[in-house]
């Protein structure tokens, strides 16, 4: 079934065609690539000039930057010749991953890969990639190549990126201390949890709320609703001073793009929610934004000459994660508001994303000096950055009131994992083209970053100073403190008594 998505079409120019199925605007295809039907995602929409053989069944064309697929499509990737002839029926227009073939498939770098893979929680099976490959090469039978090709694509695509070597050797224990800003904040009172404060100072609600939404959720109201639009805004502002674009992304993502940002949305450890099939096509709630932001290039081919990319987006992010007691309140919850930064770079020298990855640290480091946050920077080892992640950097701010340092930004330098399978791709003016390196990170996840400010702002009377750089955004209030007027709740349990009949 093909998705529809809403298009804006400009004013043609002499020259130009009607947009069509054949050739549709850079922005419908994106979306057609990457949300679900009936979304949309603001971006210019740029007409694309009429081009012969639109409708060839055999080959896919170039066209303003982009790659323009035609269902179905037999499909080889341009190094090793590896095959695949299945699409996703769910309007998705994406190619198998043009994974690295000559370097998985070299048995002289099966050792190497084998030893990557052990270091980063074992999930892949390079031997059984190699096998496949090898078995290819001899099989002479239509039918027999086509299986093979297809489990060899299964295979291959479970690899985890390359490690960086700076990155440490293990789980989170071995995790390695950068940097550390700040003091902790010596109370000379027992500190409440954010929690308790914003109980007494009527600003948030986390029980109870189960009759409404469920475990692990939470209203902010008044302060900390300010207080999360002014963390917004303030952190808005800074990106787009650094030359970020700001980008409103769609919540509905279609799995085969959170697969290619190396996110499982099956089996038993996925947090990812997926709407039901029959109802909502084939689609997932998007667990960042860095799923639409990466998929809003699709088949592009870019221009050099426009790299980097830095991109800016806030979103509501969904996780069907569960946790320890320790990330019980609003530490860790289902939903969640999330300003990410995310970038798109070149790979002429092997340096480029690593220097953007170092960008993006440098903004979140700002961040919560700013914010007057004590933490500390983290090395991330093997077993923590998942399949995608080359490199991985975490700041953990101290938490008081339950006596730990917990995660509140992370940046990945993720090189090519992304960008292969997602086709991203860049153009030199010679004419060559190369897959591009993905860089993403957080530049505010909204409930953790109010844990941090609220729990060790707090004074003794239960209310809360308010960061200076936050003031501007709230109407100048310097104080978080109980209302004059609170509103109070009070549950009262419907008893129903024994009613009598008549005979």
């Known amino acids: 079934m093909m998705s529809l998505a809403f298009v804006v079409q400009p004013t043609l120019r002499k020259g130009q065609q009607t947009l069509s199925h054949g050739s549709l605007s850079v922005l419908s295809r994106t979306l057609l690539a990457t949300v679900a039907p009936h979304t949309y995602m603001y971006d210019k929409a740029v007409p694309v000039k009429h081009t012969k053989n639109v409708h060839s069944p055999r080959k896919p064309l170039l066209r303003d930057g982009y790659k323009s697929h035609q269902l179905p499509v037999e499909t080889f990737s341009s190094s090793c010749s590896v095959y695949q002839a299945e699409y996703f029926n769910s309007g998705l227009h994406l190619e198998p991953p043009d994974l690295d073939w000559k370097y998985l498939c070299d048995s002289k770098h099966t050792e190497e890969i084998e030893a990557n893979i052990c270091n980063r929680k074992g999930v892949g099976d390079i031997r059984k990639v190699v096998k496949l490959w090898e078995q290819l090469q001899v099989s002479a039978n239509v039918d027999e190549q086509r299986c093979l090709k297809k489990e060899l694509n299964n295979e291959a695509v479970e690899i985890p990126n390359k490690t960086h070597p700076l990155s440490p050797v293990g789980d989170d224990s071995q995790a390695r201390l950068l940097e550390e800003y700040g003091t902790k904040v010596e109370f000379k009172f027992r500190p409440k949890s954010v929690v308790k404060i914003g109980q007494d100072v009527d600003c948030l609600r986390a029980d109870l709320v189960g009759y409404t939404t469920g475990p692990r959720s939470y209203y902010f109201k008044n302060g900390l609703a300010q207080m999360e639009q002014a963390l917004?805004?303030?952190?808005?502002?800074?990106?787009?001073?650094?030359?970020?674009?700001?980008?409103?992304?769609?919540?509905?993502?279609?799995?085969?793009?959170?697969?290619?940002?190396?996110?499982?949305?099956?089996?038993?450890?996925?947090?990812?929610?997926?709407?039901?099939?029959?109802?909502?096509?084939?689609?997932?709630?998007?667990?960042?934004?860095?799923?639409?932001?990466?998929?809003?290039?699709?088949?592009?081919?870019?221009?050099?000459?426009?790299?980097?990319?830095?991109?800016?987006?806030?979103?509501?992010?969904?996780?069907?994660?569960?946790?320890?007691?320790?990330?019980?309140?609003?530490?860790?919850?289902?939903?969640?508001?999330?300003?990410?930064?995310?970038?798109?770079?070149?790979?002429?020298?092997?340096?480029?994303?690593?220097?953007?990855?170092?960008?993006?640290?440098?903004?979140?480091?700002?961040?919560?000096?700013?914010?007057?946050?004590?933490?500390?920077?983290?090395?991330?080892?093997?077993?923590?950055?998942?399949?995608?992640?080359?490199?991985?950097?975490?700041?953990?701010?101290?938490?008081?009131?339950?006596?730990?340092?917990?995660?509140?930004?992370?940046?990945?330098?993720?090189?090519?994992?992304?960008?292969?399978?997602?086709?991203?791709?860049?153009?030199?003016?010679?004419?060559?083209?190369?897959?591009?390196?993905?860089?993403?990170?957080?530049?505010?996840?909204?409930?953790?970053?109010?844990?941090?400010?609220?729990?060790?702002?707090?004074?003794?009377?239960?209310?809360?100073?308010?960061?200076?750089?936050?003031?501007?955004?709230?109407?100048?209030n310097r104080v978080l403190q109980k209302p004059d007027h609170p509103l109070r709740w009070q549950w009262i349990k419907l008893l129903r008594g024994k009613q009598g009949h008549k005979n």
């Open 232 to 476: 917004i805004r303030f952190t808005l502002k800074k990106l787009i001073n650094k030359g970020f674009e700001l980008v409103s992304v769609p919540d509905l993502i279609h799995p085969e793009i959170i697969e290619a940002c190396g996110f499982k949305t099956t089996g038993d450890r996925t947090h990812v929610y997926r709407l039901e099939p029959q109802h909502h096509s084939n689609t997932c709630l998007a667990g960042t934004s860095e799923m639409a932001l990466a998929g809003m290039f699709v088949n592009q081919v870019l221009d050099y000459s426009e790299l980097p990319k830095r991109l800016a987006a806030v979103s509501r992010c969904y996780r069907a994660e569960t946790g320890t007691e320790k990330d019980q309140g609003i530490y860790r919850v289902h939903y969640f508001t999330k300003v990410e930064m995310f970038g798109i770079t070149a790979d002429e020298t092997g340096k480029e994303s690593d220097q953007l990855l170092q960008e993006f640290f440098e903004i979140q480091k700002e961040i919560c000096i700013d914010l007057g946050l004590h933490f500390r920077v983290l090395e991330m080892p093997t077993q923590e950055l998942g399949a995608p992640a080359y490199r991985k950097l975490d700041i953990e701010a101290w938490m008081p009131v339950k006596t730990f340092y917990g995660e509140i930004s992370s940046t990945s330098n993720c090189t090519d994992y992304q960008s292969r399978r997602l086709h991203i791709t860049y153009r030199m003016q010679e004419g060559t083209t190369k897959h591009a390196h993905t860089v993403n990170g957080t530049a505010c996840a909204i409930p953790r970053m109010i844990m941090t400010i609220v729990e060790n702002n707090q004074n003794r009377d239960g209310s809360v100073d308010i960061p200076g750089v936050l003031q501007q955004y709230m109407n100048g």
